[in-house]
Nanobody
Framework: QVHLVESGGGSVQAGGSLRLSCVAT????????WAWFRQAPGKEREAVAARGSTRAGVEYYADSAKGRFAISRDNSRDTLLLQMSNLKPEDTAIYYC??????????????????WGQGTQVTVSS
């Protein structure tokens, strides 16, 4: 069983930055895919970014995140990070980290992931 705990959310003004962290406990393999999703009020959960487990893990970004967000993973601390810059009001959402063994399914589909954190709120004001 894998347990994920996110932190780092908060309230910022547009143009500001935040860094989200997700600490994992429990066994995770080298074939795991790690991702950040978000869900805004009244909207469906959407994928933001994903990264494979290995040091040279492939990275994926939603169009809305490209150039502003960076996903990384500190393998020594089993921590997934999301550095968010130039935040916009439309980035306001609950952000979730997720992981699971990856066998080639779409990185942006929630069903690809077996384990989820409880979420951390990000609020961006204009």
């Amino acid at each position: 069983q894998v347990h994920l705990v996110e932190s780092g959310g908060g309230s910022v003004q547009a143009g500001g930055s935040l860094r989200l962290s997700c600490v994992a406990t429990g066994y995770t393999g080298n074939n795991y895919l790690w991702a950040w999703f978000r869900q805004a009020p009244g909207k469906e959960r959407e994928a933001v970014a994903a990264r494979g487990s290995t040091r040279a893990g492939v990275e994926y970004y939603a169009d809305s995140a490209k150039g502003r967000f960076a996903i990384s993973r500190d393998n020594s601390r089993d921590t997934l990070l999301l550095q968010m810059s130039n935040l916009k009001p439309e980035d306001t959402a609950i952000y979730y980290c997720a992981t699971g063994p990856w066998y080639g399914a779409s990185w942006s589909q929630a069903s690809t992931y077996n384990y989820w954190g409880q979420g951390t709120q990000v609020t961006v004001s204009s």
